[in-house]
């Protein structure tokens, strides 16, 4: 399997690391440290769904520009629709700090 890494180009899975779901979004953290923050924080750290079909990913490349990528993927073909940097991470970071 291949992944096109948008710093990169096609490289070969085993330079990349697959980091989870990309879709979750952490909740603010607990003010009055309340149940209702702790379960949120629960359902976030543990519990995802099994989706059969297209999935945003967390993807690290590693073996190459050790850039934090989000991959769109479908899970029942593996095949992967888009590669994009993650916003603020890695190579995309560094391009940004570079341009004057």
């Known amino acids: 399997m291949r992944i096109a890494c948008p710093f990169c180009g096609a490289r070969d ?3 990349f ?8 979004k ?10 209702a ?6 359902d976030y750290v543990y519990l995802r769904d099994n989706v ?10 590693g073996g190459g520009c050790r850039s ?14 888009s590669v994009t940097a993650a916003p603020g991470a890695g190579a995309a970071k560094a391009k940004q700090a570079g341009e004057r």
Not at 26 to 35: L, N, Q, T, W
Not at 52 to 61: I, K, N, P
């Open 52 to 61: 059969a079909g297209l999935t945003r990913e967390y993807w690290y490349h």
């Open 68 to 81: 934090w990528l989000i991959a769109e993927r479908s899970t029942t073909t593996h095949e992967f629709k």
């Open 17 to 24: 690391t697959y980091l989870g779901d990309a879709s979750p």
């Open 37 to 42: 923050v702790e379960d949120q924080f629960y």
């Open 13 to 15: 899975s085993g330079e």
């Open 26 to 35: 952490r909740p603010d953290a607990p003010i009055d440290g309340g149940v």
